[in-house]
């Protein structure tokens, strides 16, 4: 008979093989292998920052969706990152890398720290695959602002994809209504999150989950000033950090885009998007 300890070793364990990724596409949930027709490359991992040669599968193959829509990569720590699908060749899927002396590691080692992280010592580990991309922006992602902060050196492991416009992106985590009064500042503050924190917030429980949600529990519109949400952003305080928190600073976020997510926050607030 199974003790509960072996029963909770069996569950923890790592499965051997890479697992499937969950792909949802026009209404219709697939799965896709990750090791069928495989290729291997020589790449720059520009979040471990190494030239590796990989073997697994890029982007493009994966997920077969028109230019002009969005692949939204969920990982397993809950980031998420929006790939625009003409651009979804610049990411690969590897499940395995060959060392120099040609043995095949099926395990990635910890990525400990980027530099834009130079604050937080947890590292980023990888259960079955990796995504490896060589530039901050492979994506197509927006123009990194300010510091040149890049979602690409939190993600994980990737566990689904989902394809959708970049309308039925931004509508999910937007406010039902646009307010009455600062209309024109909520949009500019969803404009901000959607280039600055959508990787790692969610909005009502959709969307990343790393991070806190905007709305779920108490609304972050009502714990957070401007001054104190412009603090919390531009200067993340050592304590947390130290108490294992791992959200990244944004030190250049000024007090006028700190009121205009604020804006955005409060138009939430008033105006949940449906889940
Ligand atoms: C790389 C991921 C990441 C990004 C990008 C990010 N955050 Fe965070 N954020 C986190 C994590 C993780 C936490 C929870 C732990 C902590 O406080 O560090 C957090 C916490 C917070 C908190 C405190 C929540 C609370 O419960 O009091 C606020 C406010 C916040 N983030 C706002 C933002 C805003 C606004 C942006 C965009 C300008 C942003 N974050 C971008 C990861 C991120």
Known sequence: MLTSAVLALLLIAPS??????????????????????????????????????????????LVRAPSGQLIVLRFDNGVIV?????????????????????????????????PEFNLDPRPVTFAHNKAVVSKGNAGGLPAPVGHGFTPWSRTSSLVEARVMS??????????????????????????????RCVYCHGVNDVGASFGTDVLVGV??????????????????KLDDYQAGLMMPPQHDLTRAEARQLHTFFRALKAAPPTR
């Open 219 to 236: 609304p972050l519109a009502d714990r957070y000033t401007v001054e104190s949400l412009q603090a919390q952003v531009a200067t993340h």
């Open 82 to 114: 929006p790939v625009q699908a003409a651009h979804a060749g610049e990411v690969f899927i590897a499940t395995s890398w060959t060392r120099a002396d040609g043995v095949v590691e099926k395990t990635f080692p910890p990525v400990p720290r980027a």
């Open 166 to 195: 970049p309308r039925a992106f931004v509508d999910r985590i937007a406010p039902k209504k646009a307010p009455a009064e600062g209309a024109t500042a909520a949009r500019t503050g969803q404009d901000l999150f959607v280039r």
């Open 16 to 61: 051997a093989a890479p697992g499937p990724i969950v792909v949802h596409q026009g209404g219709k949930r697939v799965t896709r292998s990750l090791t069928d027709g495989a290729e291997t490359r020589s790449l720059l991992d520009m979040q471990a920052g190494v030239t590796r040669t990989v073997t697994g599968v890029p982007l493009d193959r």
